[in-house]
């Protein structure tokens, strides 16, 4: 299957401070990359969709301007966690989909970034 | 919305036995269903898709089965193993933005 990958696997920082979270997929153009957050024992829950080119689309509840996305080309994703406080402390994946409006296109995820906010 | 829900929460078996995880989802219009693998701290690994149009797909000792019109799937495990512990995620692909809903996974403890 197609890989995606994520930097860093896990981040240690103070509060206040903004992380940046990179998403790539290695062997395959993603026009959709999507975030997802998950809580320990807890299944994933999207954050956002975003398209190359174009503004993320964030699911009710999440915060753009605390969670900054850009999908600057074909192949990679961000995630900036801005001024993150110890709730922001959390278990970061993300996902790529394969090029083309097809139904069929199978979704491929991450490794994770674990988020600790001291 | 679509909701999905897996049973059992949890499930701890000795080793060698077969098993059966189930999930189900609430709206049946769905493009495609699929069985992720998550261990602990890390991210998922697709074990199955299957397309809307599919009854069943196989890889291995996995076979999981999709019935669209009842809303219904399940992942069969064979000859169980220690290696098979982690937790078990299904997902469906559908809806107007074609998004994956999540279950909240069975947790598998495959005892030696």
């Known amino acids: 299957g197609a890989v995606v990958s994520q930097h860093p696997s896990w981040v240690i920082c103070k509060s206040g401070t903004s992380v940046k979270i990179e998403c790539r997929s290695l062997?395959?153009?993603?026009?959709?990359m999507f975030w997802y957050r998950q809580f320990p024992k807890q299944s994933l829950m999207l954050m956002a969709t975003s398209n190359e080119g174009s503004k993320a689309t964030y699911e009710q509840g999440v915060e753009k301007d605390k969670f900054l996305i850009n999908h600057a080309s074909l192949t990679l994703s961000t995630l900036t966690v801005t001024s993150a406080h110890p709730e922001d402390s959390s278990f970061y994946i993300c996902s790529a989909r394969t090029s083309g409006a097809s139904s069929y296109n199978e979704q491929f995820f991450g490794p994770g970034t674990r988020l600790t906010v001291l | 919305k679509q909701e999905v829900t897996q049973i059992p929460a949890a499930l701890s078996v000795p080793e060698g036995e077969n098993l059966v995880l189930n999930c189900s989802f609430t709206?049946?219009?769905?493009?495609?269903l699929q069985w992720f693998r998550q261990d602990p701290g890390k991210g998922l690994t697709s074990l199955l898709l299957?397309?809307?149009?599919?009854r069943e797909q196989t890889s291995g000792r996995l076979n999981a089965s999709l019935d669209k019109s009842s809303g219904r799937s399940t992942l069969y495990i064979a000859a169980s193993q220690p290696g098979d512990s982690a937790t078990y995620l299904c997902?469906?692909?559908?809806?107007?933005?074609?998004?994956?809903?999540f279950g909240g996974g069975t947790r598998l403890m495959v005892k030696p």
């Open positions: 062997d395959f153009q993603a026009t959709t």
């Open positions: 299957i397309q809307s149009s599919q």
């Open positions: 709206d049946s219009a769905i493009y495609n």
């Open positions: 997902a469906v692909r559908g809806g107007a933005g074609n998004m994956l809903t």
